[in-house]
Each structure stands twice: as C-alpha cells, then as structure tokens.
C-alpha cells in the first residue's frame, strides 16, 4: 500500500528526475522514487553500499511510496527516513548515466 512521506531531496536530484520526466522515462515524480527505492533496496541486499550522503539546496517534496519497501530500507538502519528518497534518486542516476555523474 502506498502511503505520503515527506522527503528532503537535493535541487540536483530534483533538477534530474525532472529532465527524465520529460524524456518519458516516468509519468511522475513519486513513480520515479518508487522505482528508485526499490532498486536501492535490490542493490543493498546484493551486497551494495549506499552512496555518500549528497550536498546542496535541499527540497521538501511529498511522495506516495509502497510501505513495505520503506520499511525495509529503514529497517537497514543506514538512512534516515527524510534522505531515502535522495539517496535511491541517487542510485538511480548512477545507474542510468553509468557512474558518478558529478
């Protein structure tokens, strides 16, 4: 079930997942952090490290996300609730843009 949880998102990330917005790669912006927290959570229990903390303008944003998958994260002690969805938004951009894309 999804429920609304507030965020602190760096304007970085944000800037991001509005380009891939717009390139069609997700209708909005809570299905591109489901998507994020989901993969961060495969790669965790695959052995991966979260990436470091990120820096700058942080944004308040409220995203609907699947309980069961927030819990998990949490439930890893290495986040706190408020920077799940930046550190998954993260991974995610990793993924796609193949390494650090800073």
Request: glycine share 4%.
């Amino acid at each position: 079930m999804a429920k609304p949880v507030g965020f602190s998102v760096s304007s970085d990330n944000i800037e991001w997942c509005t380009r891939e917005i717009a390139e069609g790669r997700y209708e909005t912006f809570s299905e591109l952090v489901e998507f994020a927290m989901r993969l961060l959570l495969l790669e965790i229990r695959n052995g991966a490290q979260p990436v470091p903390k990120r820096h700058g303008k942080r944004v308040r944003k409220t995203v609907r996300v699947n309980e069961w998958v927030l819990d998990r994260l949490l439930e890893t002690d290495m986040f706190d609730r408020s920077d799940i969805a930046d550190f998954a938004i993260w991974t995610l951009r990793m993924e796609w843009d193949g390494d650090d894309p800073e």
